[in-house]
């Protein structure tokens, strides 16, 4: 399994067109086969500070994720309404023996 945050600091002008943006990647990412889990969480004490956690499969899903028309607008979109550059942490589970 494959763990994804991907760090995402909105510019407060643009956060409802942030949200309207997430509607189209958030249902259409969580129904991809590979994908365990797909959730956007806002930090409280920071706000229009997001990130997506994530779980997926293995490799092979996230490739898969990258290549969707939903994933690819939504990176081209959301560009524009950021603070700062998106930042993503990646983390590979081992399963236990």
């Known amino acids: 399994m494959i763990i994804i945050h991907a760090f995402i600091k909105v510019d407060?002008?643009?956060r409802?067109?942030?949200f309207e943006l997430t509607k189209q990647v958030v249902a259409p990412s969580q129904a991809e086969e590979g994908n365990i889990s797909y959730h956007l969480y806002e930090d409280p004490?920071?706000?229009n500070t997001f990130v997506f956690l994530?779980?997926?499969?293995?490799?092979t899903?996230?490739?898969q994720h990258e290549e969707t028309s939903h994933f690819?607008?939504?990176?081209?979109d959301v560009q524009k309404l950021l603070l700062e550059p998106l930042h993503a942490e990646l983390y590979e589970v081992s399963a236990k023996h």
Do not use: R, T
């Open 54 to 59: 994530e779980k997926w499969k293995d490799q």
């Open 45 to 47: 004490e920071q706000l």
């Open 72 to 76: 690819k607008s939504f990176v081209g």
């Open 16 to 18: 409802k067109e942030f």
């Open 61 to 63: 899903a996230i490739k």
């Open 12 to 14: 407060p002008n643009h």
